[in-house]
C-alpha cells in the first residue's frame, strides 16, 4: 500500500511541475513571439516612410536644382561675352544655398567661360567628361550619372542648356556635386535618425552607391542587394534583407521619380530586437518567485492526497487554455492542502495569461508613443468599413518636424512625439482611436461623427499645441486634414487620400491649420 502511494505522489509530482514548466515556456515563447512580429513590422513600416520621405525630399531638391539653373540661363543668355557677369552668377549660384560644390558655364563647343571656385583651373578648357558630353550633345536639362571629372573627382553633373532669345544654343550652365566630398546629399540627408547601426544610402539607376555615410563605400555596385534590385526597378517598400557584411537589416526603400534613384534606411535586426530580450527577461523574472512557490506547494501536498491532485493534474496540463483556469476552480477543496494547491495553480495560471495578455497588448501599440499602431489601425478601419460604420479621419502632421530634429537631436524629437500623442488622447473623446500612421503623422479615428464634431476636435488639439511650451522648450504646431465615411469617400483608400489631399492643402497654405478634404 506504501509503495502504491509513493508511486502515485512521484507521478503527481511529475506530471504538476511538467506542466508548469510546458505552460510557462509557452506562454513566455508565445508572447515573445508576437512581440518579434510587431516589432519587426514597425521598424519596416518606419524605415519605409523615413526612406519614403527623403527620396521625395531629394526630388524636390533636384526640381529645385533645375529651376535654379533655369533661370540663371535666361539671365545670362545676353551675356555671354562679358567675363565679369559670368563670373558673379557663377560665384552666386555657388553660394547661395550651397547646393552646388562647383559651377560653370560653357559655350555651344564645351569650352569653360566661367568656373566656381576659381581655384579649379579649367577656365579657357574644353569640357571632355561624360556628363559634359552628354549635356552638349542632348541640349536639355540633365543629370548625369557618377563619373570622374577632369579634376579626378567622382561627381554628378547637373546641368541646364543656355538658349538666345531666338532660340540659338548657346551653351550650358552646370553645377557639380561631389560624391566623397561634404555635397548637398549630406546637408540633405544628414546623418541617420539613431546611432545604433541604422543608416542610409543612395543608389543611382545602376545600382551605384552615390551617398553613403562611409565615403569608401561611395561608387560601389551593390546590385546584388535584393532591396537594391527592388528600388532600381521603380518599387518601394521594406523588407528583411542581409547587407554585403552579412548583417541582417530591416530596410526601408524608395524611389526618387525624376532620377531612378533608389533611398534605402536600413536598421539592424538584432538592435530592432533587442527591447524584445529584455521584456522576456522581465516577465521571467517577475514569473519565477510565484513559480517556485507553486511548484513548492504541489510537492507539499502531492505527498499527502492523490485524487484531487491528479485532477488538478490533468487540468494543469492543458493550462495554456485560459477556460481551464475556470475548471482548476472548480476542483474540490474540502481539506486544507487541496485547497492551498488549487489557488496557487489558479494564481499563477492566471498571472502567465495575463504576461501574454501583455505581449498581446504590445503588439497594438506603437512602442514610442503608446498610441495604437498602423496594423491596427488598418484592421479597425476594414472592419468599420465592413460594417458599414459611418466615421471621420483626421490626419495630422507636426510642422517642421524635421527642424527638430535637427536642431535639438533625435532623444528629443521622440519626446516631441510623445508630447502630441499624449494631447492627441487628452483631446479624444470616448469611443475615438489615436493612432501613430508613421514618421510624426498620427491619425484620430472617430467613429459615427460627423465632419463638424471632427474639425473641432482637430482645431481644439491644434490650438493647445500653438500655445503650449513643448519639450523642445517651444510650441510646435501641426496641420490636419479631415474626411468622413462614407460622404466622402466609397472606401478606406480613398478616405485616407482624401484627408492626405486635406492635409497637403494645409500645408500649402501656411501650415498651423486644419483643412476639411472637398467632397
Not at 556635386?177 to 544628414?190: C, D, R, S, W
Request: net charge negative; aromatic share 8%; charged share 20%.
Amino acid at each position: 500500500m506504501k509503495s502504491h502511494q509513493l508511486k502515485l505522489k512521484h507521478l503527481i509530482m511529475g506530471v504538476a511541475m511538467a506542466a508548469f514548466f510546458f505552460t510557462s515556456l509557452g506562454s513566455v515563447w508565445g508572447g515573445y513571439r508576437m512581440n518579434i512580429d510587431s516589432i519587426k513590422e514597425n521598424t519596416l513600416e518606419t524605415n519605409r516612410v523615413y526612406a519614403q520621405k527623403l527620396a521625395s525630399t531629394a526630388d524636390s531638391y533636384l526640381h529645385e536644382s533645375f529651376q535654379i539653373l533655369g533661370y540663371s540661363a535666361t539671365q545670362i543668355q545676353a551675356k555671354m561675352d562679358d567675363a565679369q557677369a559670368l563670373n558673379q552668377e557663377t560665384e552666386r549660384l555657388r553660394l547661395q544655398n550651397q547646393m552646388f560644390n562647383s559651377v560653370v558655364i560653357t559655350n555651344a563647343e564645351g569650352l569653360v567661360l566661367s568656373v566656381s571656385p576659381p581655384s579649379i583651373e579649367i577656365k579657357g578648357e574644353i569640357l571632355t567628361s561624360i556628363g559634359a558630353k552628354e549635356a552638349l550633345s542632348k541640349r536639355t536639362p540633365l543629370i548625369s550619372k557618377p563619373y570622374e571629372a577632369m579634376t579626378g573627382r567622382l561627381i554628378i553633373f547637373i546641368s541646364h542648356p543656355i538658349f538666345s532669345d531666338s532660340n540659338e544654343y548657346l551653351g550650358m550652365i552646370a553645377g557639380t556635386i561631389y560624391l566623397k566630398e561634404t555635397n548637398a546629399f549630406k546637408t540633405l540627408l544628414g546623418e541617420h535618425y539613431s546611432k545604433d547601426g541604422s543608416y542610409v544610402y543612395v543608389v543611382d539607376s545602376d545600382g551605384r552607391v552615390i551617398y553613403h555615410q562611409d565615403p569608401s563605400r561611395i561608387n560601389d555596385v551593390v546590385t546584388k542587394n535584393k532591396v537594391v534590385q527592388s528600388v532600381i526597378s521603380g518599387k518601394s517598400g521594406a523588407q528583411l534583407v542581409e547587407n554585403t557584411e552579412r548583417v541582417k537589416m530591416l530596410a526601408g526603400y524608395s524611389t526618387v521619380p525624376s532620377t531612378g534613384w533608389g533611398v534605402v534606411a536600413q536598421k539592424p535586426l538584432d538592435v530592432a530586437l533587442a527591447p524584445s530580450f529584455d521584456r522576456v527577461q522581465e516577465v521571467i523574472i517577475k514569473s519565477v518567485p510565484l513559480m517556485i512557490l507553486s511548484i513548492i506547494i504541489v510537492l507539499w501536498a502531492a505527498a499527502r492526497i492523490a485524487n484531487p491532485l491528479q485532477q488538478l493534474a490533468n487540468l494543469t496540463e492543458e493550462s495554456l487554455d485560459k477556460k481551464n483556469v475556470e475548471g482548476l476552480k472548480s476542483v474540490s477543496g474540502w481539506y486544507f492542502e487541496a485547497y492551498s494547491l488549487k489557488n496557487a495553480l489558479v494564481r499563477s495560471l492566471s498571472f502567465l495569461h495575463g504576461q501574454v495578455s501583455f505581449f498581446k497588448d504590445q503588439s497594438t501599440v506603437d512602442p514610442l508613443t503608446g498610441v495604437t499602431n498602423r496594423r491596427t489601425m488598418d484592421s479597425m478601419l476594414a472592419e468599420w468599413l465592413t460594417n458599414n460604420v459611418p466615421h471621420a479621419i483626421i490626419l495630422l502632421d507636426l510642422d517642421h518636424f524635421k527642424s527638430v530634429n535637427d536642431t535639438y537631436g533625435h532623444a528629443v524629437g521622440d519626446k516631441v512625439l510623445q508630447f502630441l500623442a499624449s494631447h492627441m488622447e487628452a483631446v479624444a473623446r470616448e469611443g475615438d482611436v489615436c493612432c501613430r500612421y508613421g514618421g510624426e503623422e498620427f491619425v484620430i479615428l472617430l467613429p459615427n461623427t460627423a465632419v463638424e464634431e471632427a474639425a473641432q476636435v482637430a482645431e481644439q488639439l491644434r490650438e493647445i499645441l500653438a500655445t503650449t511650451e513643448s519639450p523642445c522648450g517651444r510650441p510646435i504646431t501641426l496641420s490636419a486634414g479631415i474626411a468622413v465615411y462614407p460622404a466622402m469617400a466609397d472606401s478606406t483608400e480613398e478616405l485616407i487620400k482624401a484627408a492626405d489631399d486635406a492635409l497637403y492643402l494645409a500645408k500649402q497654405e501656411g501650415r498651423n491649420q486644419v483643412k476639411v478634404a472637398e467632397i
